[in-house]
């Protein structure tokens, strides 16, 4: 499955790794170990997704913030 960032909003990629690992959580209790490992699978590569932007936002935020205040002297 590929997952094409322009396609979903942040807060889609958010509730679709919540609502993947949830669904993961729920095959393994039922003992559907297979199925659970794809889903599981699938919500990592959702986190990966979401991480990903919150880094580059994280990173636009910073780099406009100023590196060398003024001095006080």
């Known amino acids: 499955m590929w997952i094409i960032q322009a396609e979903y ?3 889609e ?3 679709m790794l919540a609502k993947s690992w949830d669904r993961s959580i729920d095959l393994y209790a039922t003992r559907n170990i297979r199925e659970s490992k794809l889903w599981c699978e699938m ?3 959702w986190m990966e997704l ?4 919150h880094y580059r936002d994280l990173l636009k935020l910073t780099a406009t913030l ?3 205040p003024p001095s006080l002297i």
């Open 50 to 53: 979401v991480m990903n932007r």
């Open 43 to 45: 919500s990592l590569k």
């Open 13 to 15: 990629a958010s509730w």
């Open 66 to 68: 100023e590196t060398n």
């Open 9 to 11: 909003p942040a807060d």
